[in-house]
């Protein structure tokens, strides 16, 4: 029991090595190479766990060249346009100026409900309205409206806007982030100065966001 | 390129451990199927020769055991050592032909181990 124990916890840590060495993606965003490679290790993980005659060495083995030669796939597709068409296909348009394509619609075999169905989840409910649809390589349908169609921008009714900055916390839990005080440039008297200002301590802060113009938001630790 | 080189490294680390499995697996089939043959070789010479050869089999198992258990099937191992030790217990009762059927499985097991870290078409396929 105690070896299985081990044994799990073992391979679990070479499990999210190798996703990590992977990259960070969610399932919708994966390639379907990335998918098909992911699904594998979990499977090969599966089997030195479930039988304790096979040695660990063995799956963690075929997970490392997994991630080997995923992660040599990837770097191939990143430098070569070839490679990156063999291995992830490429974008199909499917409405070109509100008019479908219904030879590119059969080549990646989705039926109009499929394609009407995925323009509704995105709020649009008239094809004509469509300037170009594009089913990319991830299964994921982009939109782009004909002019008109668009919603006005502020840019569009000469608005002058500025950028508000991301507002990053600053404080979890009542710790400090530091990577998040180098990133806005900040100090750590300049910090306490903040907090002495809206008469706060670390301590009794549950989260405390601040943006790059100083302006902050505080949410106090419930006691 | 982090990524690159954490590839890189990754691909090191499993080929250390592939070729050091292979050899690792080979050399203690080896010896011990060496053993395994002076161990029958002798019997007909001496039976407290083969006896003692038979013990110093079992101990080398136990030696190697570890090393085989992180690179070959338990199974096989196991097996391996169960036929080493009925050899010494069918030298001790002096059963030649139980002798000889341990003889052969020990034999089947060392081959089967060397086998799986054999590289040949077949073992890929």
Redesign the interface.
């Known amino acids: 029991m105690i070896t299985t124990i081990i044994r799990t916890a073992i391979l679990y840590v070479f499990v999210i090595l190798g996703i990590r060495?992977m990259?960070k993606r969610q399932i919708g965003d994966m390639q379907p190479s990335e998918l098909v490679i992911t699904l594998l290790i979990s499977e090969i993980a599966a089997i030195p766990l479930q039988d304790?005659?096979?040695?660990i060495?063995n799956g963690?083995?075929a997970i490392?060249?997994l991630?080997?030669l995923e992660?040599?796939l990837?770097?191939l597709a990143m430098k070569s346009f070839i490679v990156r068409k063999i291995i992830s296909g490429k974008s199909v348009v499917l409405i070109k100026n509100g008019v479908l394509d219904q030879r590119a619609m059969k080549s990646v075999r989705i039926t109009v409900l499929d394609l009407v169905e995925l323009l509704r989840s995105q709020e649009i409910f008239d094809i004509s309205t469509i300037d170009f649809a594009v089913l990319e390589v991830n299964g994921n349908l982009s939109v782009l409206l004909k002019q008109e169609h668009q919603p006005a921008t502020a840019g569009d009714l000469n608005i002058n806007t500025s950028s508000a900055g991301l507002p990053l916390p600053i404080i979890s839990d009542g710790m400090v982030i530091k990577d998040s005080l180098k990133a806005l440039n900040i100090t750590q008297q300049k910090l306490e100065k903040i907090l002495q200002k809206n008469k706060q301590s670390a301590e009794n802060i549950f989260l405390m966001t601040l943006d790059r113009y100083g302006n902050t938001n505080i949410i106090e630790r419930e006691n | 390129m982090k990524r690159l080189i954490a590839a890189g490294i990754l691909a090191v680390i499993t080929l250390i451990c592939c070729i050091s499995g292979v050899s690792i697996t080979r050399n203690c089939a080896d010896r011990i199927s060496v053993l395994a043959d002076e161990c029958i070789q002798s019997y007909t010479v001496s039976q407290k020769e083969s006896l003692k050869k038979a013990q110093l089999l079992k101990k080398k198992i136990v030696k190697y055991q570890p090393f085989l258990f992180m690179f070959s099937n338990r199974e096989t191992v196991e097996e391996l050592e169960d036929a080493v030790s009925k050899m010494e217990y069918s030298i001790d009762s002096g059963n030649y032909i139980q002798l000889i059927e341990e003889y052969y499985n020990a034999n089947t097991s060392i081959r089967k181990l060397k086998e799986a870290q054999r590289l040949s078409i077949e073992s890929f396929l």
């Not at chain 1, 304790?52 to 040695?55: D, E, F, G, K, L």
């Open positions: 060495l990259g304790i005659n096979q040695p060495l963690i083995t490392f060249v991630v080997i992660i040599i990837s770097v």
